[in-house]
């Protein structure tokens, strides 16, 4: 940084091209481009990354290229082994010059530790076919930017397969967990019981954040909050951005006496299906307000239900 920014980054140089060379303008691909700075003879970086090739590695899943709170500007979230200095946990001595592991693969190597959630992918009512795989298939091993160290990152993780998704990202407005902090806020990544392994059925989905009993945990220490009991960790200041809805006995959205869930008509006994979903998209709009076929929040929205007040008036 100090010997400018041109010295990482060309400031034109793009192209179609997913790879992050092109995608942050980078002078050439990582690892080539730090090892212009960092000789990969030196004695205390081969101490430092004990005898592993790291010469091969990406360089930027365990260290952020600019600026960080941590020594050696390690990513912000670190897995504790490697946080530790323990990579015998996880790793034999480098032969030929590849890494090693302890165990025959790296999702037999997670289940040591995490043989919790190594049960739930297998025995899920719902499975996701993106967890069958190995655990590096979405996971950093060693560090990320967030909670869990998805890579490349809480969303891109998800939309290299779910593309139809990335799609929507290119709309106007976009729901901040869907597209901003990542999609396992609402899914649970490894497997579930509920259709499209959403964490809560129905509208308490959206009341763990909107709802006016939402009450997130502070884990202060970490600089987090969590819902869902602790299994959603998520930024201390994420809740700034949430809109809290003014309910009480479920009506009260989006005006005072609306609302939110099945009516059912006092007289003739007919249900109205109603829920958060009748009315907004769950990940993005092209208009504020992410409703339901890129509508407008206007009088024309709320026609299409209110049909026989349009008539009366």
Same mark, same amino acid.
């Given at each position: 940084?100090?010997?400018?920014?041109?010295?990482?980054?060309?400031?034109?140089?793009?192209?179609?091209?997913?790879?992050?060379e092109?995608?942050?303008?980078?002078?050439?691909?990582?690892?080539?481009?730090?090892?212009?700075?960092?000789?990969?003879?030196?004695s205390?970086?081969?101490?430092?990354?004990?005898?592993?090739?790291?010469?091969? %590695?990406d360089?930027?899943?365990?260290?952020?290229?600019? /600026?960080?709170?941590?020594?050696?500007?390690?990513?912000?979230?670190?897995?504790?082994?490697? @946080? #530790?200095?323990?990579?015998?946990?996880? +790793?034999?001595?480098?032969?030929? $010059? /590849?890494?090693?592991?302890?165990?025959?693969?790296?999702?037999?190597?997670?289940?040591?530790?995490h043989?919790?959630?190594?049960?739930?992918? /297998?025995? @899920?009512?719902?499975?996701?076919?993106?967890?069958? $795989?190995?655990?590096t298939?979405? +996971?950093?091993?060693?560090?990320?930017?967030?909670?869990?160290?998805?890579?490349?990152?809480?969303?891109?993780v998800?939309?290299?397969? +779910?593309?139809? *998704?990335?799609?929507?990202?290119?709309?106007?407005?976009? +729901?901040?967990?869907?597209?901003?902090?990542?999609?396992?806020?609402?899914h #649970?990544?490894?497997? $579930?019981? *509920?259709?499209?392994?959403?964490?809560?059925?129905?509208?308490?989905?959206?009341?763990?954040?909107? $709802?006016?009993? %939402?009450?997130?945990?502070?884990l202060?220490?970490?600089?987090?909050?969590?819902?869902?009991?602790?299994?959603?960790?998520?930024? #201390?200041?994420?809740?700034?951005?949430?809109?809290?809805?003014?309910?009480?006995?479920?009506?009260?959205?989006?005006?005072?006496?609306?609302?939110?869930?099945?009516?059912?008509?006092?007289?003739?006994?007919?249900?109205?299906?109603?829920?958060?979903?009748?009315?907004?998209?769950?990940?993005?709009?092209?208009? *504020?307000?992410?409703?339901v076929?890129? /509508?407008?929040?206007?009088?024309?929205?709320?026609?299409?239900?209110?049909?026989?007040?349009?008539?009366?008036?």
């Amino acid at each position: 940084l100090d010997a400018g920014c041109d010295s990482c980054h060309v400031i034109h140089k793009s192209g179609a091209s997913p790879d992050p060379e092109f995608r942050y303008h980078l002078a050439k691909a990582v690892p080539a481009l730090c090892l212009d700075c960092h000789d990969v003879k030196d004695s205390s970086l081969i101490k430092a990354h004990q005898n592993q090739p790291f010469e091969k %590695a990406d360089c930027l899943t365990c260290h952020d290229p600019h /600026q960080s709170d941590q020594p050696k500007l390690m990513q912000k979230f670190l897995h504790e082994p490697f @946080a #530790e200095k323990q990579c015998e946990i996880c +790793h034999a001595s480098a032969k030929d $010059g /590849q890494v090693v592991l302890t165990q025959p693969t790296a999702k037999e190597l997670c289940a040591v530790c995490h043989a919790d959630v190594a049960e739930k992918i /297998q025995k @899920a009512k719902v499975p996701h076919p993106g967890a069958q $795989g190995d655990c590096t298939d979405c +996971h950093d091993p060693h560090a990320g930017k967030s909670p869990g160290f998805p890579k490349p990152d809480a969303v891109r993780v998800c939309l290299a397969c +779910h593309t139809d *998704r990335a799609e929507e990202s290119k709309k106007a407005d976009l +729901h901040q967990p869907a597209f901003q902090q990542g999609c396992a806020i609402c899914h #649970e990544p490894h497997g $579930g019981t *509920r259709p499209n392994l959403l964490r809560a059925d129905g509208n308490a989905l959206c009341l763990e954040c909107h $709802g006016p009993g %939402a009450k997130p945990a502070k884990l202060e220490k970490e600089h987090l909050v969590a819902i869902f009991d602790g299994q959603v960790r998520l930024p #201390e200041n994420y809740f700034a951005k949430v809109p809290v809805l003014p309910l009480r006995d479920g009506l009260g959205h989006p005006t005072q006496f609306h609302p939110i869930s099945d009516v059912t008509d006092a007289k003739t006994k007919k249900v109205t299906r109603i829920n958060c979903l009748s009315c907004h998209q769950p990940h993005a709009s092209a208009h *504020r307000g992410l409703l339901v076929k890129d /509508q407008e929040a206007n009088a024309a929205f709320c026609e299409t239900c209110h049909q026989e007040g349009k008539r009366q008036n």
